[in-house]
């Protein structure tokens, strides 16, 4: 029995081996999505008749929210069906199937279909119902992606977000388990164990680093490598001083017109005029 989150989103989950896995179904005006097929065509049967059932006309879409096999290995019950995931899902199915050992889950007898859609980044679904946004987030695999509906303010995670502590993923496929990532957490910093989580962490541990001792008030820009700004000491305006080319001038302030310049000027008999020691002299024409 399905059990509705919101308008339009069901989900059933199942047990496998002790852990809860779930199948979603999203219906929209022309889609019917099926997120995840739990780990065969038998525990995701009641899924399937469920969409047959209240699909309608609507087009089948399967969401493998990434390569696990207890989240694929029931994709054959859903015959004509879109699968979509992300762009490395495909070739890790290939090889968990081609790889594996005695331990590994053995396939259902019809066969694991490959995703045939596939995508980077992102993938939106344009509906009148409202978008449905794929969204690739790495870490529990190099696959793992979330479904996002705004209009219902659910985000479906897959197994991006499980607790106590999920498992990590290097690129490649190549896993490295709870125990493992601890230790050597533990070894780098054992008061507060932080599992690597692949390419380029270091640099978003530093940016958190950074943002908490920032909302502590103790600055943080050693911790990024690089020295905290001073900022300098305002500088103070001297009345008749400026700037020409970088350095300080004096401007000179205007003088008094020499005594006898408004007499001659106005008797209009200039006839010449010489510099002695800084001062005008005005000489008259006889």
């Not at 469920?50 to 207890?70: I, K, L, P, Q």
């Not at 709870?178 to 957490?185: G, K």
């Not at 008094?256 to 310049?261: A, C, M, N, S």
């Amino acid at each position: 029995m399905l059990k509705g989150l919101a308008p339009g989103v069901w989900a059933h989950v199942v047990d496998v081996e002790g852990f809860p896995t779930a199948s979603v179904v999203v219906l929209i005006s022309r889609l019917a999505l099926v997120v995840d097929t739990l780990s065969g065509p038998a525990q995701v049967a009641p899924v399937a008749d469920f969409v047959a059932s209240e699909a309608g006309g609507r087009r089948v879409v399967v969401v493998n929210t990434h390569h696990h096999w207890d989240h694929v290995f029931g994709n054959g019950a859903f015959a004509g069906a879109d699968i979509v995931a992300q762009r490395a899902c495909p070739g890790l199915i290939e090889a968990q199937l081609r790889d594996g050992d005695e331990s590994s889950r053995r396939p259902p007898p019809g066969g694991v279909p490959l995703p045939r859609v596939v995508f980077g980044d992102r993938l939106t679904y344009e509906d009148a119902c409202g978008d449905v946004h794929l969204l690739h987030a790495p870490g529990h695999s190099e696959d793992s992606l979330v479904m996002f509906l705004p209009e219902s303010r659910l985000l479906l995670g897959g197994d991006v977000v499980e607790g106590p502590l999920p498992d990590f993923c290097r690129r490649g496929g190549a896993g490295v388990g709870q125990d493992a990532a601890s230790a050597q957490a533990a070894r780098r910093r054992p008061d507060r164990p932080r599992p690597r989580t692949g390419d380029g962490q270091a640099h978003r541990r530093r940016r958190r680093a950074l943002h908490r001792r920032r909302l502590q008030g103790r600055g943080g820009g050693q911790v990024l490598g690089r020295q905290p700004r001073r900022s300098r000491p305002a500088r103070r305006a001297v009345p008749g001083r400026g700037r020409r080319r970088g350095r300080c001038v004096r401007r000179r302030a205007p003088r008094e017109p020499p005594p006898g310049l408004g007499r001659g000027l106005k008797d209009g008999r200039v006839g010449a005029a010489q510099r002695d020691r800084g001062r005008l002299t005005i000489v008259k024409e006889d």
